[in-house]
Protein backbone atom coordinates (compact mmCIF):
# COMPACT_ATOMS: atom_id res chain seq x y z
CA UNK A 1 0.00 0.00 0.00
CA UNK A 2 0.76 3.53 -0.57
CA UNK A 3 -0.48 6.69 1.22
CA UNK A 4 -0.31 9.58 -0.68
CA UNK A 5 -0.67 13.40 1.00
CA UNK A 6 -0.50 15.91 -1.38
CA UNK A 7 -0.02 19.50 -0.56
CA UNK A 8 1.07 23.22 -1.55
CA UNK A 9 -2.43 24.11 -3.76
CA UNK A 10 -4.09 28.07 -2.85
CA UNK A 11 -5.26 30.78 -4.97
CA UNK A 12 -2.82 32.82 -7.21
CA UNK A 13 -3.49 35.39 -9.56
CA UNK A 14 -3.00 34.51 -12.95
CA UNK A 15 0.48 34.22 -14.51
CA UNK A 16 2.06 33.20 -11.16
CA UNK A 17 3.31 30.11 -9.60
CA UNK A 18 2.40 27.30 -6.99
CA UNK A 19 4.86 24.42 -6.28
CA UNK A 20 2.51 21.49 -5.02
CA UNK A 21 4.06 18.63 -3.11
CA UNK A 22 3.34 14.87 -2.60
CA UNK A 23 4.91 13.16 0.23
CA UNK A 24 4.25 9.24 0.12
CA UNK A 25 4.48 6.52 3.09
CA UNK A 26 3.87 2.86 3.28
CA UNK A 27 6.14 1.44 0.33
CA UNK A 28 9.18 3.13 -1.21
CA UNK A 29 8.78 5.18 -4.56
CA UNK A 30 11.98 4.01 -5.69
CA UNK A 31 10.44 2.03 -8.07
CA UNK A 32 7.32 3.70 -8.87
CA UNK A 33 6.04 5.97 -11.68
CA UNK A 34 4.28 9.27 -10.07
CA UNK A 35 1.56 11.18 -11.69
CA UNK A 36 -0.30 14.47 -11.18
CA UNK A 37 -4.50 14.81 -12.49
CA UNK A 38 -6.55 17.27 -12.08
CA UNK A 39 -10.17 18.09 -12.09
CA UNK A 40 -12.00 21.16 -12.81
CA UNK A 41 -15.71 21.57 -11.57
CA UNK A 42 -18.11 19.81 -13.69
CA UNK A 43 -15.05 17.82 -15.85
CA UNK A 44 -13.87 14.81 -15.81
CA UNK A 45 -10.06 14.32 -13.99
CA UNK A 46 -7.00 14.62 -16.29
CA UNK A 47 -4.05 14.17 -16.68
CA UNK A 48 -1.22 16.80 -16.19
CA UNK A 49 2.07 15.21 -15.42
CA UNK A 50 4.10 12.08 -14.88
CA UNK A 51 7.65 11.13 -13.93
CA UNK A 52 9.08 7.48 -14.13
CA UNK A 53 10.74 6.34 -11.47
CA UNK A 54 14.32 6.42 -12.34
CA UNK A 55 13.99 10.51 -13.34
CA UNK A 56 15.03 9.67 -16.94
CA UNK A 57 11.57 9.63 -18.63
CA UNK A 58 8.76 12.46 -18.28
CA UNK A 59 5.30 12.91 -19.65
CA UNK A 60 2.96 16.01 -19.99
CA UNK A 61 -0.44 17.00 -20.96
CA UNK A 62 -0.07 19.12 -24.20
CA UNK A 63 -2.12 22.20 -22.01
CA UNK A 64 0.89 22.32 -19.65
CA UNK A 65 4.11 21.64 -21.57
CA UNK A 66 6.38 24.86 -21.47
CA UNK A 67 5.09 25.55 -17.83
CA UNK A 68 4.85 22.75 -15.33
CA UNK A 69 7.91 21.11 -14.32
CA UNK A 70 7.35 17.46 -12.41
CA UNK A 71 10.44 16.59 -10.44
CA UNK A 72 10.59 13.74 -7.46
CA UNK A 73 13.37 12.98 -5.28
CA UNK A 74 13.16 9.45 -3.89
CA UNK A 75 14.88 10.30 -0.76
CA UNK A 76 12.57 11.87 0.34
CA UNK A 77 9.78 9.84 -1.12
CA UNK A 78 8.61 12.78 -2.42
CA UNK A 79 7.19 14.33 -5.94
CA UNK A 80 6.80 17.89 -7.11
CA UNK A 81 5.14 19.41 -9.54
CA UNK A 82 5.96 23.08 -10.39
CA UNK A 83 3.42 25.14 -11.96
CA UNK A 84 4.38 28.67 -13.66
CA UNK A 85 2.50 31.21 -15.41
CA UNK A 86 -0.97 29.56 -14.27
CA UNK A 87 -3.91 30.65 -16.23
CA UNK A 88 -7.60 30.31 -14.93
CA UNK A 89 -8.05 27.25 -16.74
CA UNK A 90 -5.81 25.33 -14.70
CA UNK A 91 -7.82 25.34 -11.59
CA UNK A 92 -9.01 22.37 -9.94
CA UNK A 93 -8.66 19.92 -7.24
CA UNK A 94 -4.98 18.53 -7.96
CA UNK A 95 -4.19 14.84 -7.28
CA UNK A 96 -1.24 12.85 -6.73
CA UNK A 97 -1.24 9.06 -8.16
CA UNK A 98 0.93 6.42 -7.82
CA UNK A 99 1.60 2.92 -9.69
CA UNK A 100 4.05 0.03 -10.52
CA UNK A 101 6.17 -0.22 -13.63
CA UNK A 102 8.45 2.60 -15.50
CA UNK A 103 6.64 4.21 -17.63
CA UNK A 104 4.61 7.58 -17.05
CA UNK A 105 1.70 7.00 -18.60
CA UNK A 106 -1.48 8.79 -18.93
CA UNK A 107 -4.25 6.82 -17.92
CA UNK A 108 -6.11 7.11 -14.64
CA UNK A 109 -6.96 3.71 -14.67
CA UNK A 110 -3.20 2.41 -14.42
CA UNK A 111 -2.71 4.14 -11.50
CA UNK A 112 -3.31 2.36 -8.03
CA UNK A 113 -2.85 4.73 -5.43
CA UNK A 114 -4.27 8.01 -5.18
CA UNK A 115 -3.97 10.99 -3.13
CA UNK A 116 -6.89 13.53 -1.23
CA UNK A 117 -6.24 16.12 -3.96
CA UNK A 118 -5.00 19.59 -3.48
CA UNK A 119 -7.03 22.82 -4.26
CA UNK A 120 -5.16 25.12 -7.04
CA UNK A 121 -7.49 28.61 -8.21
CA UNK A 122 -6.17 30.87 -10.88
CA UNK A 123 -7.80 34.31 -10.56
CA UNK A 124 -7.84 36.00 -13.57
Known amino acids: QVQLVESGGGLVQAGGSLRLSCAAS????????MGWFRQAPGKEREFVAAISWSEDETNYADSVKGRFDISRDNSKNTVYLQMNSLKPEDTGVYFCAARGGSRPGSVMEEYNFWGQGTQVTVSS
Open 26 to 33: GRTLRTTT
